[in-house]
């Protein structure tokens, strides 16, 4: 078995030094892999993909235990520019795309950072064009009078045009219609599979990112609470029941409180 390309071991992270939102997350992606991070909203997701991209500090957070290796260098204490350098750039929750600019000027500012020529950077901007097709369509329209999928899918081609090796996604579903998010996830699974990019991403959507996944890891209250491949995951009876919302009995209601924190054996 080879290393893994990111190795997360028992970090704690703490807010304005005093919120403790993680306690002591453990997980490894492997390259060429798609890792799912799944829990509810304030589970600690979107906390480790920042703690992986070091973009903590502007959230005034940090690491204070543990350890975070990629390649097996230790990168706590790198900036958030020489991760991308090191090929990892993080797509934001949310969309955030430059309102003002055009869609092909905010795909442009993902290669600030390229060093290959410009050449290099036009080849990656049609590759990027091939996958979103509707970017092109759209590429002189104003990022603000766009659809939240085309916005969504210019932040991932905006993250694409720094050429990565891993990709940490937040939240890739939020806001967006069924058949969009299938789209943006099928554009995932292309890219792992033609571009072997690695993916990280962190999604409230358990039954969608189990479908794209390789591995996942349930986060509950900054703690990881379940790990195992994506298929084991989808036919487990306690991921069926409280993130897919299907009991042996069909669709269940979380209504009975007790016998919910009663079946969560993981936690006992």
């Known amino acids: 078995m080879t290393a893994p390309l990111l190795n997360v071991n028992g970090i704690e992270v703490i807010y304005n030094h005093v919120i403790l939102v993680l306690k002591g997350v453990s997980l490894q992606v492997r390259e060429g892999s798609v890792v799912a991070l799944l829990g509810g909203n304030g589970a600690g997701k979107t906390t480790t993909l920042r703690a992986v991209s070091n973009l903590l500090e502007g959230e005034r957070g940090e690491v204070t235990k543990g350890s975070i290796e990629l390649r097996g260098e230790r990168i706590e204490k790198l900036s958030t520019s020489a991760m ?32 290959d020529g410009r050449a290099a950077v036009a080849a990656t901007l049609e590759k990027v064009y091939a996958y979103f097709p509707r970017l092109k369509t759209r590429r002189a329209s104003q990022a603000a009078y766009t659809s939240g999928g085309e916005q969504q899918m210019c932040a991932i081609g905006r993250a694409l045009m720094a050429n ?16 969009i998010v299938e789209e943006v996830f099928e554009i995932v699974r292309d890219l792992n599979a033609k571009e072997k990019t690695t993916f990280l ?9 189990l479908r794209y996944a390789d591995y996942g890891y349930i986060l509950e209250n900054g703690r990881i609470v ?39 054996r993981w936690l006992a």
């Open 164 to 179: 990565p090796k891993m990709v940490l996604l937040d939240e890739p579903s939020m806001g967006l219609a069924p058949q």
């Open 226 to 264: 379940m790990d195992g491949a994506a298929a084991e995951l989808r036919e487990n009876e306690d991921v069926k029941e409280f993130y897919l919302g299907v009991g042996g009995e069909g669709r269940r209601s979380f209504k009975d409180v007790k016998s919910y924190k009663r079946r969560k």
């Open 201 to 209: 991403l962190a999604e409230q959507n358990t039954n969608m990112a």
């Open 84 to 115: 991308v350098e090191r090929g990892v750039v993080q797509v934001m929750e949310g969309r955030h795309c430059f309102a003002h600019l055009t869609i092909e000027e905010n795909l442009m500012t993902g290669a600030y950072t390229r060093k």
